[in-house]
């Protein structure tokens, strides 16, 4: 499925105006189970290579929805493909919710609820950034500004953002900083108020662990941080990371790399990609889980083709109801 974003989406490695993600069905006794994988390209995914994944892995799945661990391991056998992973995840939740009639976050055990929301100011030229975030002015309590314009202007950016809004600001690079254009531009942005910086330097970068001594802000890694075989060495180069379905390959990963990263000592961070409510309610599901949370995805487009996530006083807050909690629009559930 194709979802047409509201208004194009500048960040410091790309534009778009629309994203491809796949749909996933899976039926058990009757009952259908849905998933959405929303591939990374920056991580070599495609809408294409997401779908020829699901469509070779369905004779891996087995006929117990509930032995999750299980299928996990037999998935994780076969490498890449993280969002295809994450889509058939999300798809055996909401089919063990919907056959215990539970929803979701209590099938986890966990509250239905979390940190408000962040909202995306995409990339763009100071003034332009701050009008945006006039215009969402009292809808959400938290604004993430994109930064990396390699023009000089970030710190201007986040001035003039500043400017118009009280909420908390937050930052994410993209891997578009040097050590010392971060080492110059975090200590102005500690006193512009910024909570934190995602992402400053490129993943992999052995400055990493040096910037982390000298930031006067804590340091989130996304583009650093997939699985939970990554949380060790990212707490020692940070001071967070950002868990994405997309990126972990569902719910159970993301829940193991959330408890992984308190062990050391770290904050934690859940984030999505351009996403329907679908994909986006797998991720609510685990809100409660975490300090930060980047969920506005389905806010993004034009219109949510998978309503039932409801945005109440800037949180993203999953439904009451069995399984995921979303429907596709116009249809009657399965
Ligand atoms: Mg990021």
């Not at 779908?51 to 117990?64: K, P």
């Not at 089919?95 to 509250?111: F, S």
């Not at 500690?190 to 400053?200: D, K, R, S």
């Not at 990963?253 to 679908?278: I, P």
Request: proline content about 5%.
């Amino acid at each position: 499925m194709t979802l047409r974003l509201a208004e194009t989406f500048v960040i410091a490695r790309s534009a778009a105006d629309e994203a491809e993600v796949v749909h996933v069905e899976l039926r058990h006794a009757g009952v259908s189970g849905f998933g959405e994988a929303a591939p990374v390209e920056r991580y070599a995914e495609s809408a294409a290579s997401a779908l020829a994944f699901v469509e070779a892995s369905a004779d891996v799945l087995g006929d117990d929805p509930f032995a999750l661990e299980q299928i996990g391991e037999r998935l994780a056998e076969r490498p890449g493909e993280q969002a295809a992973k994450a889509a058939l995840d999300a798809a055996l939740h909401d089919l063990c919710g919907k056959l215990c009639g539970l929803p979701v976050w209590r099938l986890l055990g966990l509250r239905r609820g979390g940190p408000p929301t962040s909202w995306t100011i995409w990339l763009g030229d100071p003034d332009d950034m701050a009008r945006r975030a006039e215009r969402v002015r009292g809808r959400f309590r938290r604004l993430k500004l994109k930064l990396g314009g390699r023009d000089g202007l970030d710190v201007e950016r986040v001035r003039a953002v500043r400017s118009v809004a009280d909420v908390p600001l937050q930052v994410d690079v993209n891997e578009y900083w040097t050590l010392e254009e971060a080492l110059d531009a975090l200590p102005q942005l500690a006193g512009l108020g910024v909570e934190y910086c995602e992402q400053p330097l490129p993943a992999g970068d052995p400055a990493a662990a040096e910037l982390k001594a000298r930031s006067p802000l804590p340091i989130y890694l996304d583009e650093d941080c997939h699985t939970l075989t990554d949380v060790a060495g990212c707490a020692e180069r940070a001071h967070g990371i950002n868990i994405k379905l997309a990126k972990c390959g569902g719910i159970r990963e993301a829940v193991r790399m959330a408890h992984a990263a308190r062990a050391l000592g770290a904050g934690v961070m859940l984030g999505c990609m351009v996403e329907s409510g679908l994909g986006i309610s797998a991720a609510a599901q685990l809100a409660s889980l975490c300090d930060h949370v980047d969920l506005d995805g389905n806010l993004l487009l034009e219109q949510d083709p998978w309503p039932g996530v409801e945005l109440l006083d800037g949180v993203q807050l999953p439904a009451d109801a069995p399984g995921l909690g979303v429907r596709a629009a116009g249809r009657v559930a399965g």
